[in-house]
């Protein structure tokens, strides 16, 4: 079917089609599109035309071009949470009525480092607990998590009856996690993370870092979350001042 109907640029025509049709399911998640040369012949434009429209399909997240292989519909991410909000990753997990789970990778305490003593104001005698897990979403592995927290926030063994590490901490500290400063950044492929997580070679991660405060401003935890990207999304409301 041409799509050429309207007085707007043809590669946005091109954009906005093969946006419908994946909306429609006539191309579905993780299919594979046409060739370029069947795709452009269908919709009644140049080769040239439809690689441009692909390229921008494929800076928004809409589709995944993999070298030598084709084109592929990108999954829509599963998990979607307002960066401003502090929810866990339980909670995200949950609220898609999905059941969490956690894998302990390892629990280890450790001297300070040299950003420990800066992070947590703790003196270089204190421990550190360092606690790795993954999480999993009806049993498959969706974010890799490095916690820490100083020995003084939770004294006594460390236990994992919780999912949440939020509960754990606050239940075993009788401190509230209040708010946290955060950082977020895209990366590719981990040599680490991406094989725990069972990520494609061209799936990206969001790293997600946090320090987060009680009520009275006291670092209480610093946390390193890697979320595969095709599966969680990030927003934020921004307002003019």
């Known amino acids: 079917m041409s799509i050429k109907s309207d007085n707007r640029h043809l590669y946005l025509q091109v954009i906005d089609h093969l946006k419908q049709d994946i909306q429609n399911g006539v191309y579905k998640e993780k299919e594979k599109l046409p060739s370029e040369f069947d795709l452009a012949k269908k919709l009644g434009v140049s080769r040239a035309t439809l690689r441009e429209a692909l390229r921008i399909l494929e800076e928004e997240n809409v589709i995944i071009r993999r070298h030598g292989v084709g084109t592929f519909v990108h999954s829509r991410p599963v998990f979607t949470s307002g960066i401003e909000q502090l929810n866990s990753v339980t909670y995200m997990i949950e609220q898609v009525g999905m059941k969490p789970g956690t894998v302990f990778l390892s629990s280890t305490v450790v001297g300070p480092s040299d950003e420990d003593l800066r992070r947590f104001n703790c003196s270089p005698e204190e421990d550190i607990h ?34 949440s590490i939020f509960e754990i901490l606050e239940e075993g500290s009788e401190r509230k996690i209040s708010y946290a400063v955060a950082q977020i950044e895209p990366i590719g492929f981990h040599d680490k993370v991406s094989p725990i997580l069972e990520c494609e070679p061209e799936t990206a991660l969001l790293v997600l870092k946090q320090m987060h405060y009680d009520e009275m401003d006291n670092p209480i935890l610093y946390s390193v979350n890697y979320f595969k990207a095709d599966k969680f999304s990030f927003h934020v409301l921004r307002k003019r001042i």
């Open 130 to 163: 360092v606690i790795e897990r993954v999480r999993t979403a009806d049993g498959d592995p969706v974010v890799y998590c490095v916690d820490k927290f100083p020995s003084r926030i939770f004294p006594g063994p460390f236990t994992y009856e919780r999912e």
